[in-house]
């Protein structure tokens, strides 16, 4: 969420975050190099946030030490999103944003004048946003009564992300709407679906309600869209969602009938597009039957993905396998072709950049490139972002590679001998889900050492050199896994460049 924060409030926050990433004490130099910030900035902004963090003293606590070093010591209990939220709502776009979703945005000179902002950096950081806007497919005018201009399912589609990015469930910031008086409908899905919503669906699906109360409260009823026809029309169990959700929108709603049809509509449509799916869940079958005969560009799309990705990995999957990745898919691809816009442009590209990847993340980034190919499925296949993520969520939960590259050789010594490395190597291939070999003869080709002490006899090898403690701690053990991670993917990232030089399939 931070194209939401002003300029002085995104370095407090990116700050702290780089001290939250580490539990280890950090110098003013090492902030200044990482952040590009200058120690003159630093030392300022560690000073402010002394002081503002004091609000948070029962669960956090920035500790500058008398060399400088600053360390941000935390409970167990501390979220960074708190501080975050708190900043928020200090940033005039935000404000500016929710003001417009509530019908509370006058114009900008009236805005400008109650938040004590002028009129023209208000409009500049307005004028900031259009960007992500344009992703929504919205648009903002200023003009009159300044609002955001487009479809209403993408007014929705960007309101609920620009809450659920920033609220994150520890509060809730929908105005006129009570989160209890939803609470009947939250228990209608549960009925639907037969099972009961985890928190953190509840939570999820209330978010949605919120939005969908207020644009109504606001005279914004959904309009209706052919799409939503595509996942009701021979969907035997929207008579059933209709029967429980029709009495609660008629009680708390003041809609004409079609009205209240249409947003029932909307409401099983974004259950749909949620929907996930287990290995096993009983419910893959009525979907696959659902899906059976329908003709359109996200089956066709699904089920070019699943024969490209066979092809192109030379798998056989089993049956439950394939219903559950082609099931996942449809709802995936539905949602992405039903929605425009990513949340991911709610975040710097800096953001994205020092997202951790892996293996699975780099082996779907080189099949994505396959699937665009194909000039047909475009209009699904073009939300990257989106895609890939979700990509990669599948694979690492239904499909297991056998991938022909080698593992992470690493050589352990230990002052207390043999015996003791053994017992050291053991434990780290326990804990550590990449593939790794061990080496105990000095003198043989490795990717990494790990000691306890620095022997003059390892000066000469090229590989890395990490020293942890005699007796490793779980910390120690946590740094070996992450440099071990890295070396992974640099081996794998020399896979598919090899892979691709030879233009050959990915498994040949």
Not at 122 to 131: D, K, Q, W
Not at 242 to 267: A, C, G, R, T, V
Not at 377 to 400: C, E, G, V, W
Request: proline content about 3%; some cysteine; hydrophobic content about 40%.
């Amino acid at each position: 969420m931070n194209i939401f924060l002003e300029k002085i409030l995104l370095r407090k926050m990116n700050i702290l975050s780089l001290l939250y990433s580490e539990s280890r004490p950090f110098t003013v130099k090492e902030l200044a190099i990482k952040l590009g910030y200058t120690t003159k900035t630093i030392l300022k902004m560690i000073e402010v946030l002394e002081f503002e963090l004091q609000k948070w003293s029962n669960t956090v606590q920035l500790v500058v030490k008398e060399n400088k070093e600053i360390q941000l010591k935390t409970s167990e209990k501390f979220s960074l999103k708190v501080i975050e939220l708190s900043y928020l709502k200090e940033s005039h776009i935000f404000k500016a944003c929710d003001a417009i979703f509530n019908g509370d945005f006058v114009d900008i000179a009236t805005f400008s004048n109650e938040n004590y902002i002028s009129y023209s950096t208000l409009y500049g950081r307005l004028i900031a946003i259009r960007p992500v806007l344009k992703q929504y497919q919205l648009e903002f005018k200023p003009n009159n009564k300044a609002h955001f201009l487009g479809e209403e399912k993408q007014l929705r589609y960007f309101f609920f992300h620009f809450y659920w990015n920033s609220s994150w469930g520890m509060e809730w910031p929908f105005k006129g709407i009570k989160k209890k008086q939803l609470l009947p409908f939250i228990e209608a899905i549960e009925q639907f679906k037969n099972s009961p919503l985890m928190i953190s669906e509840q939570e999820f699906f209330f978010y949605w309600l919120g939005v969908i109360s207020v644009r109504i409260q606001n005279q914004h009823a959904i309009e209706d869209s052919p799409l939503m026809e595509i996942v009701i029309d021979g969907n035997p169990k929207f008579e059933l969602f209709l029967q429980k959700m029709y009495p609660l929108f008629k009680e708390l709603f003041s809609l004409e009938e079609s009205q209240i049809h249409n947003e029932i509509k909307f409401l099983f449509t974004i259950l749909f597009i949620y929907t996930q799916y287990e290995l096993e869940d009983p419910l893959i079958s009525e979907m696959l039957v659902f899906s059976q005969n329908k003709e359109h560009l996200v089956f066709e799309a699904t089920n070019y993905w699943l024969k490209r990705y066979m092809e192109f990995f030379r798998l056989n999957l089993s049956a439950a396998e394939y219903g559950a990745i082609y099931t996942n898919l449809v709802h995936l691809h539905f949602r992405v072709y039903f929605f425009e816009g990513e949340q991911s442009s709610f975040f710097s590209r800096e953001d994205e950049i020092h997202k951790k990847e892996d293996v699975y993340h780099l082996m779907m980034a080189y099949f994505y490139k396959e699937l665009l190919q194909e000039s047909k499925y475009y209009p699904i296949l073009k939300h990257k972002n989106d895609l890939l993520l979700n990509y990669t969520l599948l694979a690492r939960k239904f499909i297991k590679l056998e991938i022909d590259y080698r593992p992470v050789r690493i050589q352990l010594l230990s002052v207390y001998g043999k015996a003791e490395t053994i017992q050291l190597t053991t434990k780290l291939q326990q804990i550590c889900e990449e593939k790794i070999e061990f080496s105990y003869t000095l003198g043989e080709k490795v990717d990494l050492i790990i000691s306890d002490r620095h022997y003059e006899e390892l000066d000469e090898s090229v590989a890395p050199l990490v020293i942890w403690n005699e007796n490793p701690k779980v910390k120690d053990f946590m740094r070996i896994i992450k440099i071990i991670e890295e070396l992974m993917i640099q081996k794998f990232n020399h896979y598919l460049l090899k892979t691709e030089t030879n233009k050959s399939t990915f498994l040949e």
